[in-house]
């Protein structure tokens, strides 16, 4: 069986995008990403893409102040001492319904994220993530 990994990424991509407003608080964020079961969403202004935020991101500062603390809300105290404007990467990588297969498992094999929004023009269309990539790939075998 061969593998067909130049046909464009639409292909496998998720159309649904659960994204979050950059006015949005983090408790909004942890919301939708438990909500809907995922670890990456774009971050929009005005429907534009501005950032990306993952749930790792979420994590890591609730685990860096529940450290130092015994007792008290920790993740009510951090999120309102940060927003999502504050914790998203700025200006993400993007890549085009034109790309490839192939050329998105490059992209992420050689970088550090494991997510990438889906841009036309400055409309975002999708999200394919490691996972996407993977569940492809096994679904040839």
Known sequence: MTISIDIPITTIMTKQ??????????ARAEHLFK????????????????GMLSMNDLLRISFA?????EEGDIQSDIYEMFNVKNLMVRTPE????KNTVREVTSLLTNRKFHALPVVD???????VTTTDLLKYYLSMF
């Open 17 to 26: 995008i659960i994204s979050v407003d950059i006015k949005d608080g983090l």
């Open 35 to 50: 909500k809907h079961n995922i670890r990456h969403m774009p971050v929009t202004d005005h429907k534009k893409i501005v």
């Open 65 to 69: 102040d529940g450290a130092y603390r």
């Open 94 to 97: 993007t890549i085009s319904p």
């Open 121 to 127: 023009g400055e409309e975002i269309v999708g999200m």
